[in-house]
């Protein structure tokens, strides 16, 4: 069941307060005299514009009828601490917090200054979307769910001494959740050698984070290590099943035994000292990280991803998660069907002419998907943290191309290894522009 958006709210501001103490402590500040009417009136602006449930926005929206309050007592009490469960200077403070009136911690890292359209019509004109680390007046990149480095490393061949000789800093930022001492996860651990090489040729802007979760970034921004936009944040072959199954459309229990018919039955064993994930299929006994199994959906990646990037590059993503994720993407709620897990025979009723439009894309070509069917404007939250995750507006440009590597552009380790796997069908490349 949905929890009620008031109380989730309530709880979600609360935990944003103590997750983040510097700006809590900071947040003091907006409430003296000479700050508090302008601290009121950006409090409203932030309402205005955030993307919340409209009985919680409705609810905030009345704490600032007040007409010109000069300080806490000016406002009605019973009212704020209804709607933030704290009383009423500390409920300020942490509205400060959670709609970011206070400045982050992560400030050392230089964030471009490209408008939207500006990517857009730079994205447009080229065919490899990473180009715009050539344009934008920081290239910067993320890059989430790494693996084992090889496409940070293909990008810094590709851009590094370019930047290098133009004396434009180069930041790239990779993280993955595999932990770099685990025995599991084989060849996607990062590449020691890889690691060095990317160390020594872009310096101390390049950094990799192991045994990190995309979705609990807080300590990472807390301690200023990441920017707080990019660029470019990029995801190369999205993991499965993770992102092939999302949770606003389909229950839980009809995600789990969707994974014991597909993958076959699990359950949580060790190996070694470590807990981890065994998966019986085929009469073997697989072993994962502990994790593996953990379904977020692609409504939640997309909402990292438009969080953190000015663009946001999809590669090498296969079938089941490509067409999960393209049913986020569109306007009409036909291609999100509740409790219809998606498979090749419901495929062609559920897309209709954008499956066909999209399945008839020869390898190497592109499509601006805004010309198959509408794009969607009004983004559902991820049931799992409905605040945190609230797609940042929406997409203004989506283009799909079909294919796992394209000449000139930098590729993935797996996108590389999709030419080996015939019986695999070729996965999709996606380039999305936040509006
Ligand atoms: C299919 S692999 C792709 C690796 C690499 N991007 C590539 O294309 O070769 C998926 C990767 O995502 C990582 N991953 C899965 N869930 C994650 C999460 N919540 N946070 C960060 N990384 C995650 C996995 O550890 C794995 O390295």
Known sequence: MSPDPLAEFRRVVSVRARQFPRQWEASKKLLEETAFPSTIARLRDAVQSKNLPASVKDRLLRLFEEDEPRRVQDLDGERLKFATGLPPAKALRALAVFFELVPSAATTWPV??????????????????????????????????????????????????????????????????LNPRSQLGGPLHANPERLQKLQRKVGPSFSFFGDQDMFGLEDLDQRGL???????????????????????????????SELERTKGTFQRTRFGKEPALEVRHAGRALLFPPWKFEIIGPLALLSLLARRGLLCVLGAVDAQVFWELLAQLLEDSRYRPPEQPFNPTNLPTIFGEVYHVLAGLPIGESINLAEVAALRH??????????????????????????????????????????????????????????
């Open 112 to 177: 471009t200054h490209l408008s939207s359209e500006e990517v857009e019509e730079a994205v447009r004109q080229v065919k490899n979307p990473f180009d715009l680390l050539q344009r934008a007046d920081v290239a910067s990149l993320l890059e989430i769910g790494a693996g084992d480095l090889s496409f940070a490393e293909e990008l810094v061949d590709l851009y590094g001494s370019d930047l290098n000789q133009r004396h434009r800093p180069f930041i790239v930022h990779c993280l993955d959740r």
């Open 226 to 256: 990441l920017a707080t936009r990019y660029a470019i944040a990029t995801c190369w072959a999205p993991a499965t099943p993770t992102f092939a199954y999302e949770p606003t459309r389909l229950s839980e229990t009809l995600i789990s």
């Open 378 to 435: 009004h983004y559902l939250r991820s049931s799992s943290t409905p605040f945190m995750d609230a797609v940042a507006g929406h997409f203004r440009y989506v283009r799909i191309s079909r294919g796992a590597v394209f000449p000139g552009i930098p590729a993935s380790s797996t996108a590389r290894k999709f030419a080996s796997m015939t019986e695999e069908a070729p996965p999709w490349f996606v380039t999305l522009v936040p509006a």
